[in-house]
């Protein structure tokens, strides 16, 4: 059981995808302009990086080593599609906000290298648990960065107006505002791991 939550932990913080790997940024900062679009896109990305750690570690043994990567791709690319349907036919203005991000899943660094790394080698429990980890780990930092974003750029929360139109800050809704915040968080981060390190180090 430890071993699980270990590797569901690890892609929270110690080896988020976006704070510590630094992967899959392009699509990041493009999305996170308003809250919704950071937790619809972060929902997308655990769901097709959990089903599809799922299958590949399912079939891995029986995967030939040659074709592998085009496997990886369509199984991927499969998900990808029921997601970009789904949220075409229930959720049509999120789908619209967000343009051709949702389509761009299929060639995700952290879904592509997640498979690859982890899930083609280990159980499906662990795939289960990795992908967790990471799709979770993902989503909050997306969450957190279009907060950030969308309150102080267009001074509202999830199209609720909290800040007067007067006083917000156009640099948060351009792409050099989505780049200092993301900044932050990863300097935010990058402390609390040294502080931890350290205290582990005191406790020794």
């Known amino acids: 059981m430890k071993k699980y939550i270990a590797l569901f932990t690890n892609g929270l913080l110690k080896e988020n ?107 499906v429990g662990e795939a289960v648990a990795d992908a967790l980890g990471m799709g979770l780990g993902y989503t909050w930092v997306l969450v957190g960065i279009s907060i950030v974003r969308e309150l102080l750029g267009a001074g509202t929360l999830l199209n609720i107006r909290i800040i007067p139109e007067a006083y917000t800050i156009g640099f948060f809704a351009k792409a050099p505002g989505g780049f200092f915040v993301f900044a932050l968080f990863i300097s935010i981060n990058l402390a609390v791991n040294r502080m931890t390190a350290a205290g582990k180090g005191g406790a020794k």
């Open 17 to 123: 995808p976006l704070l510590t790997l630094m992967i899959g940024l392009c699509s990041s900062l493009a999305v996170t302009t308003a809250v919704s679009n950071g937790i619809g896109m972060g929902l997308a990305m655990t769901f097709v990086l959990l089903m599809s750690e799922i299958l590949i570690s399912l079939f891995r043994k029986i995967i030939p080593d040659s074709i592998r990567i085009p496997v990886f791709i369509i199984i991927i690319a499969t998900f990808t599609t029921i997601v970009d349907l789904m949220m075409k036919a229930y959720t049509p203005e999120l789908s619209r906000s967000m343009g051709v991000f949702i389509p761009l899943i299929v060639v995700n660094c952290i879904i592509m290298g997640r498979v690859e790394a982890f899930a083609s080698k280990n159980r």
